[in-house]
Structure formats: C-alpha cells, structure tokens
C-alpha cells in the first residue's frame, strides 16, 4: 500500500503565504508525477502545478508567478509554496502521485485525504 499525507494548510489573510508539503510512503519502487489539485466548493477538482522526477513543472495559469512546487525523490516528498494567497484560492488541496511500488507493476494514481487551505480578504 501506498499513502501520501499532507500537512500545511491552514488560514491566512490575502497576500500571505502557506507550504504545503506531502510524504509518500509504503510500498514504492519509483514515483513518476507528484502534484497538487484543488477542490473548491462547488467546483471540480483542478489541477494547480505538478512536477516530473526530473523536475519539469507545470502550473495553472491562476497560480504562476505566485506558486512554486519542488520535490526531494529520494524523501518522496513534493512540496508547495504559496504566496501572495487570494481568496479564490481557497480551496481542499490534494496531493497526487503516479506510484510505481514494483519494478514489473504499472504506475497507479495515488492521492492524499486533503488539507483546507482557507484564504480570509
């Protein structure tokens, strides 16, 4: 079993800034995508910015210049920094990864419960 647990969310007023931080663990023999989705309230779930294991990313166009998403493979952890934090960006952020936990199984899409981002204006 794989599990990616999340931590960092939180309440902060418009402007701030929050990190958001998961760990994979468990069976796991090579991670091919990690990111972050959002869910807002009444909306689907979106994609906010990923990053490959050779550290290409890719952002939503409502978070670049403002998030940046970085990775330690060999910790299996991705990270997400958030500045200058809108209102709009509140929202349930999930962490995701394309898990490998064998040499000879296919990547399986994993996902963690979720942190509350809440941004106060």
């Known amino acids: 079993q794989v599990q990616l647990v999340e931590s960092g969310g939180g309440l902060v007023q418009a402007g701030g800034s929050l990190r958001l931080s998961c760990a994979a663990s468990?069976?796991?023999?090579?991670?091919?995508?990690m990111g972050w989705y959002r869910q807002a309230p009444g909306k689907q779930r979106e994609l906010v910015a990923a990053i490959t294991r050779d550290g290409t990313t890719n952002f939503a166009d409502s978070v670049k210049g403002r998030f940046t998403i970085s990775r330690d493979n060999a910790k299996n952890t991705v990270s997400l920094q958030m500045n200058s934090l809108k209102p709009e960006d509140t929202a349930v952020y999930y962490c995701?990864?394309?898990?490998?936990?064998?040499?000879?199984?296919?990547?399986?899409?994993?996902w963690g419960q979720g942190t509350l981002v809440t941004v106060s204006s």
């Open positions: 995701n990864a394309d898990v490998r936990s064998t040499w000879w199984s296919e990547y399986l899409e994993r």
């Open positions: 468990g069976s796991i023999f090579s991670i091919r995508v």
